[in-house]
Structures are given as C-alpha cells and as structure tokens.
C-alpha cells in the first residue's frame, strides 16, 4: 500500500479514487467524540449528542441538520429542540446504494445560511456522526468553501475521524469534477 504522502500527491493532481479516499480516511486519529467542532461553529456529531438537548444548548447550538431524520435512533423535528433551535431533516439511510448527492445542495445552503447569521452555530449528526453526517458536511465545505475534496476530508479528519461509505465516497467523487469544472473547487 503506498504512504500517505504518495496518496496525497496523486490525488492533489487528479480525481481521487475510492480506494485512495479510504487510504485517507484511515489514518489520523480513529476516534471521536459525541461532538466535534470541525469548522468554525461547525460541529459533527452522533445520536447522543442529538438527545442532548442541554449538552447542544450549552455548546451554543441554534441550527441542527439530522442526516438521519426519520430513522428510530434519531429523533428530531421542528418541534423536539424548542423555539431556539432551527430543525432540518434529511431521510438518508447508510447505504452504499443510498443517493444522498441530492440532499448535497440543501444541506450545505441550509448550513450556509446558517453561519452567515451572526452568533449561530450548526450541529450536523446522524446515527455515529461517521458517514451521513459528515458526507454532507464535506459537501458544504467543497460547496461554499470552495474545498476539493482530498482538502475537505483533511479539514475534518482534524478534528474528528469519519467514514462516508463507498457509495458517499462515490457520490462525493462526482460533486467533486463537477467542482472542478465549474472552477470552484481548488
């Protein structure tokens, strides 16, 4: 297997495949909090953290983005974080063969909006806070930080280990050459 290093090199170049993805993916650190603060009042997180209504209060969180909306593990609607807590919902499921490329869009303008409000910040999770969540997380900062996403996958890896599946991987791959053709991604 060739080192990191060599990974990096070969995709900062051209689109990365899966299997470097994953290289990626698996080094740094493997493990996570509930919670993790991966970009500016940007936090990733699991379904415990999104039970914890006092713990997201306390963090200063005004905007929740479930990748798992609907799915019995996490709760969630307009009504369950109370009149301070903007909701949105996204019925994924942790399928290879799940298409979340449509959600990609929505999901980062919804985190968009909300960090362009001042004082706001946004708590993004799903079931472990590994895959969904932070498929669509990487899909804002490529969208709306103009990250490519070799750059948006070191972003978060510093702050917290994730692992969209291969089908995300796959998807996010294609969002990625869209970028690039448009000539917003770097």
């Keep these: 297997m060739e080192d990191t290093d060599q990974i990096l090199d070969n995709v900062l170049h051209k689109s990365p495949t899966i299997e470097e993805l994953e290289g990626i993916l698996h080094g740094g650190q493997l493990s996570c909090n509930h919670v993790d603060e ?81 004082g706001a910040k946004v708590f993004v999770h799903c079931a472990v806070g590994m895959s969904r969540s932070a498929a669509l997380v990487l899909a804002y900062l490529m969208i709306y930080c103009n990250f ?16 969209p599946n291969r089908g995300f991987l796959k998807q996010l791959i294609t969002l990625d050459n869209e970028l690039k053709l448009q000539g917003t991604s770097n």
Excluded at 154 to 159: I, N
């Design 38 to 118: 991966v970009w500016p009042n940007l936090f990733l997180g699991d379904m415990y953290m999104s039970h914890d209504r006092y713990g997201l209060w306390s963090l200063g969180v005004t905007h929740v983005l479930n990748a798992a909306h609907g799915k019995m593990c996490c709760k969630g609607n307009d009504d369950y974080y109370g009149t301070t807590v903007k909701y949105y919902g996204v019925p994924a499921n942790d399928l290879p063969t799940f298409d979340i490329s449509p959600f990609f869009y929505p999901s980062a303008q919804y985190i968009h909006d909300a960090l362009s409000t001042t």
């Design 148 to 163: 490519s996403l070799v750059d948006a996958i070191l972003k978060v890896k510093e702050r917290r280990w994730i692992f």
